[in-house]
């Protein structure tokens, strides 16, 4: 069974500048989370989706950031304009029905 | 505030011997806790998990004590081995499905399993 899938894994950018990740979950997988998890701390929910509807986003920063899931598959999340205290790893989980959630490999953001 | 408390930041055990890390949370509304491994550059992996209605979960080399009373969960690795040498996140959510299933998690603690 594939993993989630990530990508870039990398992304180095000016404050200011817009990013966008990707996200792949496992497949049959309906739930989607975003984490962001800044050094030296936990991961913390930005944002869970349901198939291709938002369940929770209370903690994701609307001014700057977006995020959407096509289809109820593949999800998208974006930040624009960038600021330096952007600067984490995000990570995107998926999970079946009540069960534990599987986490991608991650997106390193550096914002310069 | 800070509902999920991993105080210990890092522990060092030798190969063979018990490896416990602790996990304290302040909210007594959380129904279900896991650990969570995690190597540098990958996301963590899903390790062991409890649910509040029980005080113990065995698997393999791990296990999971909850004390509800004390708001206070241990994951246990006897032996611990070299390969176990990483960051452990416990991490509490108030329900398997819907909008209650978000992970809150503690800051990790790195064990590292001396040869």
């Known amino acids: 069974e594939a993993g989630v899938a990530q990508s870039p894994r990398y992304k180095i950018i000016e404050k200011r500048q817009s990013v966008a990740f990707w996200c792949n979950p496992i497949?049959?997988?309906?739930?989607l989370y975003w984490y962001q998890q800044i050094l030296g701390q936990g991961p913390k929910l930005l944002i869970q989706f349901q198939n291709n509807g938002v369940v929770d986003d209370s903690q994701l920063p609307k001014d700057r950031f977006s995020a959407e899931r096509l289809k109820g598959v593949d999800s998208t999340l974006k930040i624009q304009p960038a600021k330096l205290e952007d600067s984490a790893v995000y990570l995107c989980?998926?999970?079946?029905?009540?069960?534990?959630?599987?986490f991608g490999p991650g997106t390193r953001l550096t914002v310069l | 505030d800070q509902q999920v408390k991993q105080n210990s930041p890092s522990l060092s055990v030798q190969e063979g011997r018990i490896s416990i890390l602790n996990c304290d949370y302040t909210n007594s509304m959380f129904d279900y806790f896991l650990w969570y491994k995690k190597y540098p550059a990958e996301g963590p992996t899903f390790l062991i998990s409890i649910s509040s209605i029980k005080d113990k979960n065995e698997d393999g080399r791990f296990t999971v004590f909850l004390n509800k009373s004390a708001k206070h969960l241990s994951l246990h690795i006897v032996p611990s081995q070299p390969g176990d040498s990483a960051v452990y996140f416990c991490?509490?959510?108030?329900?398997?499905?819907?909008?209650?299933?978000?992970?809150?998690f503690g800051k990790g603690i790195t064990l590292s399993v001396r040869p």
């Open positions: 989980a998926s999970s079946a029905r009540g069960n534990e959630q599987f």
């Open positions: 991490a509490a959510s108030l329900s398997l499905t819907g909008a209650n299933s978000k992970l809150t």
């Open positions: 497949s049959g997988h309906a739930t």
